[in-house]
T-cell receptor, first 114, second 113 residues
């Protein structure tokens, strides 16, 4: 069955530290990949997405993610985090498995200390 | 302009009651979804409708019944509420089934006492 794993459940960083959140999925076919962010008390919003082409995708607020097909990974990065990046981050994979379904990872809670 | 809206935002009710949550999107999307987010923030799809037709129905108790009167609306009715139904329910929409990008509503926090 299709699944999405996020390695870190909780991450605590100081401002200006670099961030990398891991995401791996288990599906061998063509996939669309996403990172969503949920700020405290708010709804999920799209951070970035990958469909095809350049495996390094850039999103909003300085975030980027790299798709490595051989590793089934789509890790999220940011060179220098800010306090306002404190949020829950969800990796998601959409694949055609007899119908299109998006599976979300369990989320990573990021807390950035000012 | 709100793209995906849900009502109510908060819902507190007792076990055994029946309640509904409404969702509307003004994006002209064909596909709508209901997700349940539990206390650990785990987000799980419940249902998906495409042009008013049910296309995804996960393993959800049949106490939960979605209804899509038109492609802009997807409501969720829950019968005989249980303590374990307490969660945040998110409605979302996407342009079509391929779900290139989903737009989420603000969520409805349901508390069953």
């Amino acid at each position: 069955a299709q699944s999405v794993s996020q390695h870190n459940h909780h991450v605590i960083l100081s401002e200006a530290a670099s961030l990398e959140l891991g995401c791996n999925y288990s599906y061998g076919g063509t996939v669309n990949l996403f990172w969503y962010v949920q700020y405290p008390g708010q709804h999920l919003q799209l951070l970035l997405k990958y469909f095809s082409g350049d495996p390094l995708v850039k999103g909003i607020k300085g975030f980027e993610a790299e798709f490595i097909k051989s590793k089934f990974s789509f890790n999220l990065r940011k060179p220098s985090v800010q306090w306002s990046d404190t949020a829950e981050y969800f990796c998601a994979v959409n694949a055609h498995t007899g119908g299109f379904k998006t599976i979300f990872g369990a989320g990573t809670r990021l807390f950035v200390k000012a | 302009d709100t793209a995906v809206s849900q009502t109510p935002k908060y819902l507190v009710t007792q076990m055994g009651n029946d309640k509904s949550i409404k969702c509307e999107q003004n994006l002209g999307h064909d596909t709508m979804y209901w997700y349940k987010q539990d206390s650990k923030k785990f987000l799980k799809i419940m249902f998906s409708y495409n042009n008013k037709e049910l296309i995804i129905n996960e393993t959800v108790p049949n106490r939960f019944s979605p209804k899509s009167p038109d492609k802009a609306h997807l409501n969720l009715h829950i019968n005989s509420l249980e303590l374990g139904d307490s969660a945040v329910y998110f409605c979302a929409s996407s342009q079509d089934q391929r779900a290139y990008e989903q737009y989420f509503g603000p969520g409805t926090r349901l508390t069953v006492t």
